[in-house]
């Protein structure tokens, strides 16, 4: 599996994290887009976040990046 898609963030699941990808829900899709913080960039089949940066104990139900 790829690494966070977040910038500046460099965990993935070789080094145990857990990952999530991206939304297929269009609000949704789109605050994970806001929050990667990378100016035109567009998610591939493939990307996804770490449970750091998606803020997964947070809002799990929503999966609401934070």
Request: aromatic share 10%; proline share 3%.
């Amino acid at each position: 599996m790829t690494g966070c898609s977040a910038d500046y963030c460099t965990n993935s699941s070789t080094k145990g994290f857990q990952m999530c990808r991206f939304p297929q829900d269009i609000k949704r899709r789109k605050l994970w887009m806001d929050n990667v913080n990378r100016s035109d960039w567009v998610p591939g089949s493939s990307s996804c976040l770490c449970h750091v940066c998606t803020g997964w104990g947070k809002i799990i139900g929503q999966a609401f990046a934070s």
